[in-house]
Structures are given as C-alpha cells and as structure tokens.
C-alpha cells in the first residue's frame, strides 16, 4: 500500500525540478517538504505549505511559487487534482475512481496491510516489564507491558526484526527480603513463632507459597537458611508472571539476568571503561559541590563519581557507594553495553516514571564509552489509577496493596486492559474505569471498535446464507459514505510510521477508535441486502465490507486484541 504523503512529496519534487529546467524556478536546496491532511477536510484529502517554505529561496511570492508547483505536477493514478489556496497552501485531492479500487488493495495484502520496508534488514530491541520476581505483576506494571508489547508490534508491521526482552535482578537485597518473608511464613504455617522481616512482603501471596511449599517439602526446611527460600518463591512468583503475559497477549523472547552482569564482570569493566576515559573519581562529594555541600559531607568516605557534567548534565552522579556498593545506574551502563554489542540497530526501553533521570545517565554513559545514543529510545509511562462505581481502588491485601493484573482481567477480560493502558498518551496518568471497560455499548470503546468487526463478519455469514458472493464487483458503484471510510483507512499507513517515530504508540487506539467512528453511521445507511439495493451495487458494497473487515482486523491485531465474529 502506498503511504500518500510520501508519495504526494515525489510529486512535488518533481514538478519543483520541472519548473527549474522551464525556468520558472530558480536552482536552490530543497527544504524539507511537508504534506500532510489539511485542517479542513473541504480543502482536501492533503495539503503542503512548501510554496510558503520557498518563498525566500525562490524570492517570489508562495502563492506564485505554488501555481508554478501546481502546473509543473506530473500526473499520478492517485492524484486526483490540485489547487492553490491564501497564503500559498497546495491542496490535493484523490482521484476517486483509484480510491475506490484501493478495495482490492486492501484485500490484496489481507493480514499484512500496511506492512512496511522502513526497517527491513534491522534489528530492533524492546526492553519492558522488567519487574524482579517479588510479587504478582500489578497493574501499574502492565502499562509497560502493554506499550513494550505494541511498540514491537508496530516496530514488526515496518519491517523490523523484533526481539523482546525482560531485565530482571534475582539478586540482592529485595530477593533477600522474599527469602526471608517465605523463611517466616513457612516457619509460621508449621506453628512455630516467626516474624517477618522489617522490610519483608506482606501480601496473602507469601502465606500461599508456603502453604505449597509445607505440602511438598513438609518441616524438612526447618534448618534451611533464606536463600532456598528465595529460589523458591523466585520459581513461583516468575510462573505467575508469565502466565498472566501470556493471558495479556505478552510474550518475551529473552529473559535477561542483571546478576549475569556481575558474574561475567561487565559490570567492573564498565566502571574500568569509564575510567579509562577519563570520567571517574573517588571523593566525598561531586567536584562541583559547594561549600555547604563539602561541609556537610565532613570526613565521609569517598564514593566513585561519574563525571556526567562533561556530557550536559547538571552534576555528577555516584556510581558506586562509599560502602562499595554499585547504585542501580552502573550495572544498567553496563547492561545497555551488552545490547549494543549484541548489534541491534534500535533499543527501546519502556519504563516508569520513576526511572527518567537514571536513564539520562544510562545514557551519558553509552557516549562516554563511544556508543551512539542516538539508538536508545526510552518511553517513560505515568500511573494507572483504577475506578470501580466512582471510587479509586486503592490496592489488593492479597497482593501487598498493589492490584494484581489478573484481579483485573478475571473483571474485564485482557482485550480491556489492553486498550484502556494504551489508549492515552505515555506521558499522562491512566484512570481505569472498570465499570465502562465491561460495558456493551457504544460508550465502550473496545466494544465499539470491535463491534466494527462484528458487523462486517456479520454480513458475510448472511451472504453465505443467500449464496451471495463479491467476486467481480464493480467497485465504482460505492458511494460518498465508503469513499469517506476508504480516505481515513488509507493513512494507516502514516499513522503506523508517526506512531513509531514519536515513539506515542496511543495513536493506534485513537486511530482504531476514530476510524470505527466513521464506520458505524455508515454501516447503519450503506446497507448490502435491503429490497431497495440493487445487486450489483449490493455486490460492490459487500466487497468493500470484505475490505473493511479486513482493516479493522489488522488494527486489533496491532493493538493485540482478538478480532471478533460474534460478541
């Protein structure tokens, strides 16, 4: 399928370059051009300021400029005509006899439409989730499950070979803490006197792991330290965790181990590295503290700075602890080493909010040791607050005050989930509304854009029933209504490549929702078996639907949603 804004660019290259040989356009540099829908959908199917961008280059005035553009274009099978419009806008229009048989490229390309070459031959990576195994995966945590997943969907529909990885720690002091607190319980579910650990997990979780453990192993664990403990509850808690991805949609293809970083050394070579180069120092406090700062410090141990002022930032940052100690920014330098060195050409990584300013050092980091950095996008994601009849649930007992994913998907199912964590900007917080996530009706989104695909399986099973077939419509009897729907069905494809530059895969949902938007009032008019619709006109519109099935199954497949025939 073609993605028109590029292809309406050519054209305007062209005509620019015609106008230079006629001499009607003097020779300059080309900016870039823009074209794109116009404010206005009277104005046109697309529209380009660059008359106005050359105005200066060309000393002529943009509404002359795009008159020379508008007569220089050469013609196209798409393009449909061309206008001029104050202050110098070019407007273009489709041509609506190739529009209409874009119905057949729709259908031509089936499960793959819109399937790009923009990242043909590249790797990419996505890191998300990425939760050490300490308790059920909550749903604040499944926001990046649901963003990391779509973005490497999206990333695969242009091209792009796709590996998904979790980073997790099974080590140090949380996993020390899990030990401990399956250690109590265990010795708790067997009658003895035990208390948990300070900063151990209190969730109901812990006493139903060891209720499992007490029927495998019995009392034979009295004598055991923590650490089998933790290995236990490790192997437990992680099945958990995959089986509700696997519920979710959500699959990974490499389960990354941070301690693998400190048996193998990288982490000590990265700090070496960085050493090397020049950015590390031992002292009490950063070479640009203050006064105040040096005093308050007083004979303190040094730490081991890294100078990240030299790379922009607005002080330095400890990389290791006066106890020795690495801060979680050290073993993630060196972990995003390891990816680069495993040769992928784009990394994302999808984190919480929290993370923002550790990953600005991550990535001085990677500079500072020669790596482009350039190739890491990191898409930071805000709260899910969750609401049931107009009230903020707060938290599970059962899980520790957090609410586990699976509480929600036993509500509303994995397909709402998955919307409602997508649906809004990463940037903005997510207010989860159980009650319309269950609801059938219009006012439910996932309802309605499924819906969509519904109706369209809907009418093929009452064509079956006639013995009605599509084959050889004449696809120049479609109306206005379905030439609306084939416009908005054709800028998939930009809204796939905006989706993955801006690295804002929410305007799938909004896409999907709009583009059902325009469906359901023309379904409701463009009728296939009514006593008033002639054949071959019921024959066009039922190969359209076969075409609109068509999009609205790619849209959810991207979205990770299941398609409907029947709800």
């Known amino acids: 399928m073609k993605i028109l804004p590029q292809e309406h660019i050519v054209l305007i290259r062209q005509a620019i370059e015609s106008a230079r040989a006629a001499g009607d356009l003097p020779a300059f540099d080309l900016p870039e051009i823009r074209v794109q829908p116009p404010a206005r959908p009277e104005h046109g199917d697309y529209a380009s300021p660059v008359a106005m961008q050359l105005a200066k280059l060309a000393r002529k005035a943009p509404l002359e400029i795009a008159e020379i553009i508008v007569r220089h274009l050469p013609e196209a099978p798409f393009l449909g005509g061309a206008s001029v419009a104050k202050p110098g806008f070019i407007n273009f ?3 609506e006899d190739w529009l209409k048989q874009q119905v057949e490229a729709i259908i031509a390309e089936g499960d793959a439409l819109f399937t790009l070459e923009r990242g043909k031959g590249q790797r990419a990576q996505v890191e998300f989730v990425s939760a050490n195994p300490t308790g059920p995966l909550h749903i604040g945590r499944t926001r990046g499950a649901v963003i990391g997943d779509t973005i490497a969907r999206l990333l695969e529909a242009l091209g792009y070979d796709v590996e998904r990885e979790y980073y997790f720690n099974n080590a140090g002091r949380q996993m020390e803490m899990l030990g401990r607190t399956l250690q ?4 708790q579910a067997l009658g003895h006197d035990a208390a948990l650990p300070e900063e151990g997990y209190a969730g109901e979780y812990m006493k139903d792991i060891a209720a499992q453990l007490v029927e495998e192993v019995g009392d034979s664990w009295l004598e055991q330290d923590w650490q089998p403990f933790k290995e236990y509850a490790e192997k437990i808690i992680f099945g958990w965790i995959r089986d509700s991805l696997l519920r979710l949609g ?3 293809d490499v389960f990354f181990n ?7 050394g990288a982490v000590w070579r990265t700090l070496d590295a960085l050493r090397e180069q020049g950015y590390i120092y031992e002292a009490p406090v950063w070479e640009g503290a203050s006064e105040e700062e040096r005093a308050a410090a007083g004979d303190a141990a040094p730490a081991t700075w890294f100078r990240t002022t030299r790379l922009g930032d607005d002080k330095d940052r400890v990389l290791v602890k006066a106890s020795g100690e690495p801060t979680y920014t050290l073993p993630d330098i060196a972990y995003h080493v390891n990816k680069f060195e495993r ?3 784009l990394l994302v990584n999808v984190l919480g909010a929290d993370h923002g300013l550790q990953y600005q050092t991550v990535r001085r980091g990677l500079q500072a040791l020669g790596y482009d950095p350039s190739k890491l996008h990191v898409v930071i994601h805000q709260m899910v607050r969750i609401y049931k009849d107009g009230r903020l649930i707060k938290g599970s007992t059962r899980a520790g005050d957090v609410i586990p994913l699976d509480d929600v998907m036993d509500q509303v199912g994995p397909d709402p989930v998955r919307y409602f964590l997508l649906a809004r900007s990463p940037n903005t917080d997510v207010d989860f509304d159980l009650d319309l996530a269950i609801a059938h009706n219009n006012e439910n989104p996932v309802y309605y854009i499924q819906n969509a695909h519904v109706r369209c399986a809907g009418i093929f099973r009452m064509a079956e029933a006639r013995g009605f077939s599509d084959e050889d419509a004449d696809l120049s009897l479609l109306g206005e209504q379905e030439m609306v729907f084939l416009r908005q069905a054709l800028r998939m494809g930009e809204m796939l490549l905006y989706a993955v530059d801006e690295m804002a ?3 799938l949902a909004v896409f999907a929702l709009d583009t059902a938007r325009i469906f359901h009032p023309m379904y409701d008019t463009v009728r296939v078996f009514h ?7 019921a024959r066009a519109r039922l190969r359209f639907y076969r075409a609109a099935r068509i999009v609205f199954r790619r849209l959810l497949t991207l979205m990770g949603m299941n398609a409907p025939d029947f709800m």
């Open 93 to 95: 229009r489709l041509n």
């Open 184 to 187: 109590a319980r265990y010795l």
């Open 250 to 252: 959500v699959r990974h």
């Open 258 to 264: 941070e301690n693998s970083l400190y048996e193998d």
């Open 343 to 345: 040769g992928f050409d």
């Open 505 to 507: 895969p929410h305007q």
């Open 531 to 537: 006593s008033e619709v002639p054949e071959d006109v």
